[in-house]
């Protein structure tokens, strides 16, 4: 080997074990030997010490009117306010927090329209969420950040002895997802990642029909994000200080997993008797955001750039424990129509979104005829769609789904219920983000996912919208 190519190998694996290490969320990494690297993906899985109580199924006292806190109130944030407002006597927002004050005066102007006339604003600094979450008065913090902000502030307000719904996805390194995990357990706060699909129409009818029998035996599934956010990731004006287009340009793997997997992972009850075993990761090459790159204005900080780490397909492959295999996609920059795949495979039946149509075993090699499709899909319709149709025209949000996810987010509080999704669930699901990364980094090698639930997920349960409304 000559001595430039010793050099670039040397380079290579430099940055190789740099990264595994910003995906462990460890510091320090630039200086491990190929062995720590290998060591340390085998830690990945290892048992950790159970640092509190599981809050598998945790349930807190009614609370007749939750009061409800948001830290960050952007694009997501502000849609959000509107819609807890829209639930009031159920909940009621009593103070918003954005880094941007007009940002966050525009959510306050809204809730004085709305006839809310104490709700305090909090801006102006970098840690004016902090002063906010040690306010007494707040049972729940919503928090729609970048995705860095995520932990450091779901982590202080479980402290503060708040509960949390974040955006998606929770965590983006191994470790994070350690923290929210320990810090539910040690501080007996929920914290719920506010993944809004697991509520769609489509992917509630197929819950219902996969706990009814309807797919048989469950073998495969397929999910995917796949949506073009180039015009919106390279804009000044959308993404707070591109905040996303730089996780592209510094990372590969899945970045965005939630969306599509989060509903098969419910429809084949993973943490709730399977799990993610392991997965393998690799991506194609980037062009599109470098080609992009020199299309827009020269004032942009984006501009002419070529060097971005993110591949413009990245396809994971995952295998649960009881032997089931899903195929995950995230594709956020070639101009394929908007799609999360949605489908899913048993031994009795095949469904397939984009657009949505199912197979039966034993009525032809075909898809369904539209009439036969649409009184499978009637008569497994989820309640709750029919029993909120009035209040969906109103508020909708992703055609209603986001509307249904903060209604029986506020409704379980209302009841001390267990909420539909719990802490493990973000921990799973997110967790992709850093490992689909180390498969790449180190050559597409298998990764084990770690167990945050410490061996719970053996135990069978349902979900919480399967059982009430």
């Known amino acids: 080997m000559s001595t430039s190519e010793s ?70 944030g502000a849609s959000h306010v509107k819609q807890i407002a829209a639930l009031d006597p159920k909940a009621e927002v009593v103070a918003i927090c ?40 707040i049972d729940l913090v919503i928090i729609s950040t970048p995705w860095e902000d995520h932990v450091p502030m779901s982590v202080y307000a479980m402290q503060q002895g708040k509960h949390v719904a974040l955006e998606v996805p929770a965590a983006y390194t191994v470790e994070d997802c350690w923290k929210l995990v320990d810090t539910a357990e040690e501080t007996q706060r929920n914290c719920m990642m506010l993944e809004n699909v697991c509520y769609g129409n489509e992917e509630l009818t197929i819950l219902q029909m996969v706990e009814q029998g309807v797919f048989g035996t469950l073998t495969h599934g397929e999910a995917a994000y796949i949506h073009d956010l180039k015009d919106l990731m390279f804009s000044q004006n959308a993404y707070y200080q591109q905040w996303r287009l730089k996780h592209n340009e510094k990372y590969d ?34 062009a599109s955001l470098s080609e992009y790159a020199k299309t827009v204005e020269s004032d942009n900080e984006f501009f002419n750039r070529n060097k971005f780490a993110h591949g413009d397909m990245n396809t994971t492959l995952i295998q649960t424990a009881k ?32 657009p949505s149509r199912l197979s039966i075993a034993g009525k032809g090699h075909d898809w369904l005829k539209e009439a036969e499709y649409k009184a499978y899909m009637d008569k ?14 109103l508020h909708g949000g992703h055609g209603g789904m986001d509307f249904i996810m903060l209604y029986r987010l506020i409704d ?8 539909d999704q719990d802490v493990y669930d973000a921990a799973d699901w997110s967790v992709v983000t850093p490992l689909s990364g180390i498969s790449i980094e180190l050559g597409n090698i298998p990764v084990k996912f770690p167990d945050f639930t410490r061996g719970k997920w053996q135990e069978e349960r349902r979900l919480g919208i399967m059982e009430d409304l």
Request: charged content about 25%.
């Open 323 to 354: 032997g089931r295999s899903i195929m995950l996609q995230h594709d956020v920059v070639s101009p394929r129509p908007y799609s999360r795949i949605n489908a899913l495979s048993g031994t009795k039946a095949y469904h397939e979104g984009y």
């Open 253 to 286: 793997g899945n970045l965005y997993p939630t969306h599509g997997l989060g509903p098969v992972a419910q429809y084949m009850g993973v943490g709730r008797g399977d799990r993610f075993g392991h997965l393998v990761s690799m991506s194609s090459l980037e």
């Open 7 to 76: 050099n670039f190998n040397r380079r290579k694996f430099l940055r190789s074990s740099a990264l595994v290490g910003a995906f462990m969320g460890l510091p320090g990494v630039a200086t491990y030997s190929r062995a720590n690297a290998t060591e340390t993906v085998e830690k990945i899985s290892a048992p950790r010490p159970v640092l509190g109580k599981s809050v598998i199924g945790l349930k807190v006292a009614p609370i007749e009117k939750v009061k409800v806190a948001f830290i960050g109130v952007g694009m997501r």
């Open 98 to 137: 954005d880094i941007r004050d007009a940002v966050a005066q525009k959510s306050v102007d809204f809730l004085k329209s709305k006839g809310n006339k104490k709700v305090k604003k909090y801006s102006g600094s970098k840690d004016a969420w902090k002063e906010m979450l040690r306010q007494d008065n």
């Open 412 to 419: 379980c509080f209302n009841n001390g219920k267990a909420l």
């Open 380 to 393: 497994y319709k989820h309640p709750i769609w029919d029993h909120l149709k009035e209040e969906i025209k």
